[in-house]
């Protein structure tokens, strides 16, 4: 037959341990991992996005798109070939989706 001290000693070490590994474990991130977008908080625009605002904005090919950090914040720059020959160059603010002033 098991010792009854026994069984005390492993609910203690069960007690001990279990806040230790649970710590860790952020349950926000998990019920927010499997919400369905148009319910989860949107941050921003993505790249695509951004494309997709500044073809809608002027005609023309898109030359480049890349997302860089500029004085703290996340910009989509993109450059775009309109159909007279010029290069437009285009940003936005990755946390707002607003047009971004052009630093260098």
Do not use: C
Not at 36 to 42: D, F, G, L, Q
Not at 60 to 68: F, P
């Amino acid at each position: 037959m098991i010792d009854g001290r026994l069984i005390i000693y492993a609910w203690m070490l069960l007690l001990a341990v279990a806040p230790r590994v649970a710590a860790p474990i952020d349950y926000r991130d998990i019920t927010n991992q499997f919400a369905h977008p148009a319910y989860s908080e949107k941050k921003g625009i993505s790249l695509d996005e951004a494309i997709a605002r500044a073809r809608q904005q002027s005609d023309g090919k898109i030359l480049s798109a890349e997302t860089v950090r500029d004085g703290g914040r996340n910009v989509h720059r993109i450059k775009i070939l309109t159909s007279d020959g010029r290069v437009k160059r285009m940003q936005y603010d990755a946390a707002s989706g607003r047009p971004a002033p052009r630093g260098r």
